[in-house]
Each structure stands twice: as C-alpha cells, then as structure tokens.
C-alpha cells in the first residue's frame, strides 16, 4: 500500500571557508529547499515502499504540484526537524518564512566534518560534504518519506569567497541519495573478508549481513555490514575542492626537487676531490630531511602515503644513489684501481643524472608539463652517455694494437723514489714507446733537473739536462737527455 512521501531537497551555499585539513573540517552557509510533492488537490502523493529504491525518483526537478514542507515534529525536534549528520556542536539553523508567513527555506551556518583525501596531497580534490536526514524518520522501523534532488534549487552561489583562489572554477558539486540505517544493529562490529596486518591501511570489504540486499538503494555500510534495522533516507551534498596544481607544486615541491638537482651535482666532481662528493650528499640529505619534517606537520597523522611522501621517498632514493656511487669510487680510488675508479667516473656522469631525472618523473608529481620535463632531460643525460661510451669502445676497437701511454712525470725531489720502485719491479708500471725528435732528442717536459730512464733491455739512469723532469718511456736504447729530453 503507498505510503511513502517524496520530498525534494535542494542545497545552495552561500559560503565556505576554512578548510582546515589537519583537523577534518570546513565552516559553510547554505540555505536548504524542502518542497513536498502533492496532487492536485492538495494531499499527499504517495509512494509503494520500495520506492526508495526506484533510481528514476531520486531526482525531482520541476515538480508538478507541491509545497513547502516543514519536517515533522519540527517545533519539538532540535535544528527544525533536520538531522544534520556532520555538523559541529556549535551551529546556527534558522527557519527564513516566505511571502506568506509559510516556510520559504532553512539556513545553517556552522562546521563540519569530512574525511580528509590525504592519499593525494598536496594535488587532492577534497570531497566536502553536506549530510542531512529528517530527523523523526530516523525514529522509525518503516520508511516514511524519501528525498530526491531539485537541481532548480541547488548550486553554488557567487558571493563564496575562498581563501586562495581568484573565482569559483576549482570548485564544483555532486548530490546523492541513500537509505541509511540506524540502530539497533544485528552486527554492531562489522566483519572485513581482507583482515591481516598490513603495514599501510587498506579499505575494508565488509560482509555484508544474510538480508541485505545490494540492488536495493540501501546503504552498504550502515545496513549491509552492520546490518541496521532503522532506515531513514539521507540527502548528501558534496563540493568538490580542488587545489590549484601550480601552487601546490611551488608549496610542495620545488624545495626538494632544487635540493635533488644540486645533488646532482655530485656526479660532475672527479675522484680526486672524493670529500667534496660526500659534503655535498650529506647537506643535501639533511635539507631533505628537515623540509619533510616541516612538510608533515601540514597534514592530519594517517596510515596511508601521501603523494607528497612518494615525491620525498624519490628523492631520497636519488640522494642515496649518489652516496652509493660516491662510496664505490672512494673505494676504488685508493684501492690503487684508480683506471677503474675513472671509468665508474666516466659512465656516471651522464647515467646518473639521467637515471635519477626518470626516477623523479614516474609516478610522483601527476603534471604532464613537469613529467615532459623530467623525462626530456633524462633522456638526453642518458644519450650523451651512450654516445660517449660508444666512441670509447670504436676507439678501442679501432686502436686495439696500440697501448695507451700511461706517463708518469718526476717532479723535483721524487725522482730518486720512482726510480727505487722501478727497481724492484719495472713490469708493474705500463710504458710507451718513444719517439725521438727529429735533431735526435727524445720528448720530456717538467720543471727541474732530472734523470731519463729506460726500463727495457736494461735499467741505465743517465744524467740530463734541460727544462723539466723526467718522462718514463718503453724504448729498446738507451735513453740521453739532450735538449727538451732530460
């Protein structure tokens, strides 16, 4: 037997401000429209119960016959019969009487609450929302009326004045209707099928109880899981925030992002100035940690990675690399593999910031122009590197019968030292052939006067003269120092 009523609601905010998302909560002015829809001469036009879950009912634009509804009981009942689900204890509700003395529509001005969308920070879309139910329906075991949306009556009024941003184009809205139940509970604590320990939280997946039904417009978690007995019809009206990309990135961001390319840096800096590579890594570690630090008081404690922590997790991966290669080569170095410890050099001065540019445009910072960005000048790091080790292998591979010559250049005073370890093993230091100079001098340079060895067939130090040291050469003669020799 009909006895379900259908009363359309509309909501248009005034104002919002304060959205504090540490705290989970946003202030709004809005003005709510309750028109109830009746026949032509007046009575109530009624519903079958399973109307609240008929999907071609939950919006009612432009109603034939209605007029203004006061919720029942509304004299007796607190905030004029609304159930006002999210809203702070400290509130503002008042009835605005129309032309006629009747009651034209309500004004509520307080807080509320939402549920933060922390996963996404600082590029969320904050889903603010507005949650009203009929307050003497939650009283009752059998549904008495159902909400439906006015779209005529609803919207966003131009006179909001949000903090930050320059008109109303970051924020627009959505609407829903659901049966939600209230108590009393046939599974006050409701049952997840996916339970474990799991470092990061997971959304549950609740059973539902044995009656509910998922195709009847009730709410899943409310009668589903816990499995209320009481429904009631709730209206929700959601403003969607969303913060602006540019300043957020600049808020965010950039720090970091310029502390990661000055440790870059570190890749250009030979082995030879090893301590200025670690200097480098470690400052650049600890602006990082101290801006995340400043950065995670900005957000509510959760359980969930921020996309802000993703970035921060990223570059710290960025830095530690350069502190993994940094070490490699320290070892090399003055393991005597100083040949290897230069080509390690060699190859990460152009992979290292290229590796490190793709690392930082995956999956962190969602916005094409900075992705582009990342990905362009790592692309061109790494290219430069094949490049460079491709004529490195042609020239190898092209001069594979010649040695490279390894000179090793006795500067005043150190001489006699070399020529002790030449002594004791010659074979261990790599030489080249010499070519004489046309007037029958051999080539040398150096500061001082020194000695001309030759290492193979025999050792023989003879005395020189000239302006430099002395230059070690493979020569199968013995070696004079005349002229530019010594």
Same mark, same amino acid.
């Given at each position: 037997?009909?006895?379900?009523?259908?009363?359309?609601?509309?909501?248009?905010?005034?104002?919002?401000?304060?959205?504090?998302?540490?705290?989970?909560?946003?202030?709004?002015?809005?003005?709510?429209?309750?028109?109830?829809?009746?026949?032509?001469?007046?009575?109530?036009?009624?519903?079958?119960?399973?109307?609240?879950?008929?999907?071609?009912?939950?919006?009612?634009?432009?109603?034939?016959?209605?007029?203004?509804?006061?919720?029942?009981?509304?004299?007796?009942?607190?905030?004029?019969?609304?159930?006002?689900?999210?809203?702070?204890?400290?509130?503002?509700?008042?009835?605005?009487?129309?032309?006629?003395?009747?009651?034209?529509?309500?004004?509520?001005?307080?807080?509320?609450?939402?549920?933060?969308?922390?996963?996404?920070?600082?590029?969320?879309?904050?889903?603010?929302?507005?949650?009203?139910?009929?307050?003497?329906?939650?009283?009752?075991?059998?549904?008495?009326?159902?909400?439906?949306?006015?779209?005529?009556?609803?919207?966003?009024?131009?006179?909001?004045?949000?903090?930050?941003?320059?008109?109303?184009?970051?924020?627009?809205?959505?609407?829903?209707?659901?049966?939600?139940?209230?108590?009393?509970?046939?599974?006050?604590?409701?049952?997840?099928?996916?339970?474990?320990?799991?470092?990061?939280?997971?959304?549950?997946?609740?059973?539902?109880?044995?009656?509910?039904?998922?195709?009847?417009?009730?709410?899943?978690?409310?009668?589903?899981?816990?499995?209320?007995?009481?429904?009631?019809?709730?209206?929700?009206?959601?403003?969607?925030?969303?913060?602006?990309?540019?300043? =957020?990135?600049?808020?965010? $961001?950039?720090?970091?992002? #310029? @502390?990661?390319?000055?440790?870059?840096? %570190?890749? &250009? +800096?030979?082995?030879?100035?090893?301590?200025?590579?670690?200097?480098?890594?470690?400052?650049?570690?600890?602006?990082?940690?101290?801006?995340?630090?400043?950065?995670?008081?900005?957000?509510?404690?959760?359980?969930?990675?921020?996309? =802000?922590?993703?970035?921060? $997790?990223?570059?710290?991966? #960025? @830095?530690?690399?350069?502190?993994?290669? %940094?070490? &490699? +080569?320290?070892?090399?170095?003055?393991?005597?593999?100083?040949?290897?410890?230069?080509?390690?050099?060699?190859?990460?001065?152009?992979?290292?910031?290229?590796?490190?540019?793709?690392?930082?445009?995956?999956?962190?910072?969602?916005?094409?122009?900075?992705?582009?960005?990342?990905?362009?000048?790592?692309?061109?790091?790494?290219?430069?590197?094949?490049?460079?080790?491709?004529?490195?292998?042609?020239?190898?591979?092209?001069?594979?019968?010649?040695?490279?010559?390894?000179?090793?250049?006795?500067?005043?005073?150190?001489?006699?030292?070399?020529?002790?370890?030449?002594?004791?093993?010659?074979?261990?230091?790599?030489?080249?052939?010499?070519?004489?100079?046309?007037?029958?001098?051999?080539?040398?340079?150096?500061?001082?006067?020194?000695?001309?060895?030759?290492?193979?067939?025999?050792?023989?130090?003879?005395?020189?003269?000239?302006?430099?040291?002395?230059?070690?050469?493979?020569?199968?003669?013995?070696?004079?120092?005349?002229?530019?020799?010594?």
């Amino acid at each position: 037997e009909p006895s379900v009523r259908r009363v359309g609601v509309g909501v248009h905010v005034v104002n919002l401000a304060d959205i504090d998302m540490k705290n989970g909560k946003f202030y709004a002015d809005f003005e709510v429209y309750l028109h109830k829809e009746v026949e032509e001469d007046g009575s109530d036009r009624l519903y079958p119960p399973d109307a609240v879950n008929d999907p071609d009912l939950a919006e009612c634009g432009n109603l034939r016959h209605w007029v203004p509804y006061a919720p029942t009981h509304a004299a007796t009942l607190a905030d004029v019969g609304l159930q006002l689900v999210n809203v702070d204890r400290l509130r503002t509700v008042s009835r605005v009487g129309g032309a006629n003395g009747s009651l034209d529509h309500i004004r509520v001005q307080s807080y509320f609450f939402y549920r933060t969308n922390v996963t996404y920070w600082p590029l969320n879309i904050e889903a603010l929302e507005l949650m009203l139910e009929e307050a003497y329906e939650g009283l009752t075991t059998e549904p008495t009326l159902v909400l439906c949306h006015m779209p005529e009556y609803s919207g966003l009024s131009d006179s909001i004045r949000l903090p930050g941003t320059i008109d109303n184009r970051l924020l627009t809205y959505s609407w829903g209707t659901t049966e939600h139940c209230n108590p009393p509970f046939l599974r006050p604590v409701r049952e997840c099928s996916n339970e474990g320990h799991s470092l990061f939280e997971e959304m549950c997946d609740c059973l539902p109880v044995e009656d509910f039904d998922a195709d009847g417009g009730y709410d899943i978690e409310s009668c589903g899981c816990r499995g209320g007995r009481r429904p009631s019809s709730r209206y929700r009206f959601t403003v969607n925030f969303r913060f602006p990309e540019v300043a =957020a990135v600049l808020t965010a $961001f950039l720090a970091p992002m #310029v @502390i990661s390319f000055v440790n870059l840096a %570190s890749y &250009l +800096i030979p082995p030879a100035a090893i301590e200025t590579r670690f200097s480098l890594c470690g400052s650049t570690l600890l602006a990082t940690v101290m801006f995340h630090v400043s950065l995670k008081q900005q957000t509510p404690q959760s359980s969930v990675l921020t996309l =802000a922590d993703k970035v921060m $997790f990223s570059i710290y991966t #960025v @830095i530690f690399s350069s502190f993994a290669v %940094s070490t &490699l +080569i320290m070892v090399l170095y003055f393991a005597k593999y100083r040949r290897l410890s230069a080509a390690l050099f060699i190859a990460m001065r152009p992979l290292g910031p290229g590796l490190s540019l793709f690392l930082l445009s995956g999956y962190t910072i969602e916005v094409q122009e900075w992705t582009q960005a990342c990905r362009a000048a790592g692309s061109l790091c790494i290219t430069l590197g094949l490049a460079q080790l491709c004529a490195r292998c042609a020239g190898a591979v092209l001069c594979g019968e010649r040695k490279r010559p390894w000179r090793f250049h006795l500067r005043r005073g150190h001489y006699r030292k070399v020529l002790e370890e030449l002594w004791r093993d010659p074979e261990e230091i790599e030489v080249a052939e010499l070519q004489p100079l046309p007037d029958g001098g051999l080539p040398g340079y150096g500061a001082g006067v020194g000695h001309a060895v030759a290492v193979e067939p025999h050792l023989q130090v003879l005395p020189g003269a000239g302006a430099g040291g002395a230059v070690l050469q493979r020569a199968p003669m013995d070696v004079g120092g005349v002229g530019a020799a010594t």
